[in-house]
């Protein structure tokens, strides 16, 4: 099962991105079996809310946001100084990204990405560690791209204990459905688990406005030398992918 978040079928996703006014969507199961799901999607279309600025505390440059959709993380990153990039598999939301200069590639977390080892700071929001739909697979590969001191942010199901992987389609509230899709969902017990089988090292956890974030990150041997080359380097890196 090869399809990704949303799309195929009627696209969903796409029609939630062209929406002057957008609503829910489900996730549904394509085997019946459990609850619907409802996503508030039309929150990613909007500027980050203190919940999602939490996430960039401490954060260190180079920052790269993993399906980073219509952009509102890497704005709210540039607007703290924080040179970031964001990647998504949907030309929509990339376009939706860049149209006004932020930087943003159409890529896979899986393919190879600019600074493959140097980043300072990589995020998985609103259940993107669901990508994929092997979040241990997922997190090994953040682990890979993280510089040595860099940090991983992710956010987290409600559910402590949950963790589960299933093939979806995505329902918006027309009715328009997706074609199939693997996806998991990680509650923060579950989450704190996967982390340290990876190999990162637990920072924080945090809950704010019924959200919950998870900190971790890779043991630290970077001289701080070299963490400064690389944090003042990322800017011209950053904009220089922009066209590969």
């Known amino acids: 099962m090869s399809g990704t978040f949303g799309t195929g079928g009627d696209e969903p996703y796409r029609g939630l991105l062209g929406a002057e006014a957008a609503g829910p969507l489900v996730l549904?199961?394509?085997?019946?079996?459990?609850?619907?799901?409802?996503?508030?999607?039309?929150?990613?279309?909007?500027?980050?809310?203190?919940?999602?600025?939490?996430?960039?505390?401490?954060?260190?440059?180079?920052?790269?946001?993993?399906g980073c959709g219509p952009g509102r993380m890497v704005r709210?990153?540039?607007d703290r100084s924080v040179a970031a990039l964001g990647i998504d598999v949907s030309d929509d939301a990339v376009a939706m990204t860049s149209a006004d200069g932020t930087p943003a590639l159409r890529r896979s977390v899986f393919e190879r990405l600019?600074?493959?080892?140097?980043?300072?700071?990589?995020?998985l929001m609103d259940g993107n560690v669901g990508i994929g739909g092997d979040p241990r697979l997922l997190l090994a590969r953040c682990r890979e791209l993280l510089a040595e001191g860099g940090s991983l942010v992710v956010e987290a199901?409600?559910?402590?204990?949950?963790?589960?992987?299933?093939?979806?389609?995505?329902?918006?509230?027309d009715g328009r459905e997706s074609g199939p899709f693997p996806w998991s969902r990680v509650g923060r017990i579950a989450l704190r688990e996967l982390v340290l089988e990876v190999g990162l090292q637990l920072d924080d956890e945090w809950e704010t406005s019924g959200r919950y974030f998870l900190r971790a990150?890779?043991?630290?041997?970077?001289?701080?030398?070299?963490?400064?080359?690389?944090?003042t380097t990322a800017r011209v890196q950053?904009?220089?992918s922009e066209s590969r």
């Open 157 to 173: 199901e409600s559910q402590p204990d949950l963790l589960e992987t299933a093939v979806f389609i995505a329902v918006d509230d």
């Open 238 to 240: 950053i904009t220089a």
């Open 76 to 78: 709210a990153a540039a």
């Open 28 to 66: 549904r199961r394509i085997d019946g079996d459990g609850p619907e799901i409802s996503i508030d999607a039309a929150r990613w279309l909007g500027l980050a809310t203190d919940a999602d600025l939490s996430a960039l505390d401490h954060a260190r440059a180079p920052l790269l946001d993993i």
């Open 217 to 231: 990150r890779r043991a630290d041997s970077l001289g701080t030398t070299s963490a400064t080359a690389i944090a």
């Open 114 to 123: 600019p600074l493959e080892g140097g980043w300072g700071t990589i995020l």
